[in-house]
């Protein structure tokens, strides 16, 4: 392994495939995030990022390439809060496609649970210590 430095210093933006913006927005809205980019970009299309109120790491709600069909996927993206089961009944009772239950594994494993935006994409909310 290489001990060279790369001049990478962080992760900005995930980039989520997305057909219905309007609607990604929406959703990524109502649960607590906020869009900070709405941009047109070509002939058709637009640049979307929304982040939560606190994070310098956002998800990037794009358009698949051309041709390309949007498959829901494990996304990978771990978002966190200080009160997982509040946030979990909270994200429910908002009709959030969340896990029907909180997962508690033991430690060194933190609470956690998925919810699915419209594209059907799941993300993790794992509790903070």
Excluded: N
């Amino acid at each position: 392994m290489s001990t060279t430095a790369t001049r990478i210093r962080q992760i900005s933006l995930v980039c989520v495939p997305t057909l219905d913006q309007d609607r990604a927005i929406e959703f990524y809205e109502s649960v607590g995030f906020e869009k900070r980019t709405d941009t047109r970009f070509g002939d058709k299309y637009r640049w979307v990022e929304v982040y939560p109120p606190e994070g310098a790491t956002g998800i990037a709600l794009a358009p698949p390439p051309s041709g390309q069909e949007v498959e829901p996927t494990q996304t990978g993206i771990t978002l966190t809060t200080d009160d997982i089961d509040a946030t979990h009944a909270e994200l429910k009772s908002r009709g959030v496609d969340v896990d029907a239950e909180v997962s508690r594994m033991g430690d060194p494993v933190p609470p956690m649970f998925w919810f699915r935006d419209p594209t059907g994409h799941s993300l993790m909310v794992v509790e903070q210590r």
